[in-house]
Nanobody, 128 residues
Framework: QVHLVQSGGGAVQAGESLRLTCVGSDMYGGPYSIGWFRQKPGMERPEEREFVAGITRGGRTHYPSSAKGRFTVSRDTANPRNTVFLQIDALEPEDTALYFC????????????????WGQGAQVTVSS
């Protein structure tokens, strides 16, 4: 079982940047493949969460075409085994959502499908 703890998020103005952090832990100590998903207002079920970025254990990154180059997933160079970042640039009001990291997603091409373990979520609110 992987335990994920998120930090970051907050209220920002359109055009600004934000970085979210996800730290994983289990008896093996990582590294973990991590996916980032978001749940926009009006999305009622976890199944509706939208994939925005993913990184595999080997460091390969995955993004949907809708990411438009504004989302960057990376590992913390100081703690690469258990800490992953999601950088969001040029934030738009449409990016307002609850952002979740997810452990061990299945990733292929420009898509990841979530694994079983979620972080607690981080709210990002973007005002125009």
């Amino acid at each position: 079982q992987v335990h994920l703890v998120q930090s970051g998020g907050g209220a920002v103005q359109a055009g600004e940047s934000l970085r979210l952090t996800c730290v994983g832990s289990d008896m093996y100590g990582g590294p973990y493949s991590i996916g980032w998903f978001r749940q926009k207002p009006g999305m009622e079920r976890p199944e509706e969460r939208e994939f925005v970025a993913g990184i595999t254990r080997g460091g390969r990154t995955h993004y949907p075409s809708s990411a438009k180059g504004r989302f960057t997933v990376s590992r913390d160079t100081a703690n690469p085994r258990n800490t992953v970042f999601l950088q969001i640039d040029a934030l738009e009001p449409e990016d307002t959502a609850l952002y979740f990291c997810n452990a061990e997603p299945r990733c292929r091409s420009n898509m990841c499908w979530n694994g079983n373990y979620w972080g607690q979520g981080a709210q990002v609110t973007v005002s125009s």
